[in-house]
């Protein structure tokens, strides 16, 4: 599996938007869950998406229940089974993706040996970076409307912009207007980040960078332009619960 078109593409065992609608049957028709509820299909997300990988429409409609903090601890869970934390990722290795004592300085840089121990290449550690900045702060038990048709207009995942989507988007490829004010945010964002298309190559050459001075000053750039970025908080469901912020604890 070398291309990274061949890593996120759909395997025998990609978990599927199917799989997902199954998973949430016990949730239909609730629009506000309990925490203890919130809870259980948190560690079911965890469960079902720790090893291969996922769809598309199945990672943007996580959006709708997983926090920043979910979406770590399902990273976290991956590179525990040694898979790439990118859940489009298939990539398993247990030689390069495994949990690694990293001294701070390294975790703190955010420098190549840092995150290629989490995630197959930089791209897709970037790619992880930039949905996670897109994900609402909000507990799920806090969330409100979670019962909406998935992918109608005011839904969390119908804000949520793969950077897979991005870069096809600019080739014309793709189904997204780029023509829309969050585009044009998330356009502004690609270019701080410096982020550009090579099909991949430079992603997968990536795993192999050992001392990577450069890549660290620029992913450290990218986290900086990426704690800018404001594009999902200001519209969509997330508002509602903004009143709740202070309710920290169930994560
Ligand atoms: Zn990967």
Redesign the pocket.
């Known amino acids: 599996m070398t291309s990274l078109l061949e ?1 996120t593409s759909i395997g025998p065992n990609t978990y599927t938007f199917r799989s997902l609608e199954q998973l949430l049957k016990p949730y239909e028709g609730k629009s506000l869950l309990t925490p203890r509820e919130a809870n259980t299909l948190n560690f079911h997300i965890v469960e079902n998406l720790m090893v291969e990988n996922c769809d598309r429409d199945t990672l943007k409609i996580l959006a709708r229940y997983l926090s920043k903090k979910g979406l770590d601890d399902l990273v976290e869970e991956r590179v525990t089974n040694h898979y ?1 934390g ?1 859940p489009l ?1 298939r ?1 398993h290795d247990p030689k390069q993706i495994k949990e690694m004592q990293i001294n701070k300085l390294v975790a703190k840089l955010k420098m190549p040996r840092y995150y290629l121990s989490k ?3 930089k791209r ?1 550690y970037q790619a992880t970076e930039f949905y996670k900045k897109q994900l609402s702060a909000d507990v799920l038990f806090m969330r409100t409307n979670i019962n909406q048709p998935f992918f109608q207009s005011d839904t969390y995942e119908n804000s949520i912009v793969l950077l897979e989507e991005y870069f096809e988007a600019k080739k014309n490829k793709g189904s997204i207007n780029l023509n829309t004010p969050a585009m044009n945010e998330l356009m502004e964002l690609m270019e701080k980040m410096q982020i550009e298309d090579d099909e991949g190559d430079d992603g997968v050459k990536g795993a192999n960078e050992t001392n990577g001075t450069n890549g660290a000053h620029e992913v450290a750039d990218m986290d900086k332009s990426m704690s800018d970025i404001s594009i999902v908080e200001k519209e969509g469901p997330q508002e509602s619960s903004r009143n709740y912020a202070g309710s920290v604890g169930y994560q």
């Open positions: 890593r790439c990118y990722c990539f995630f197959c290449c897709h």
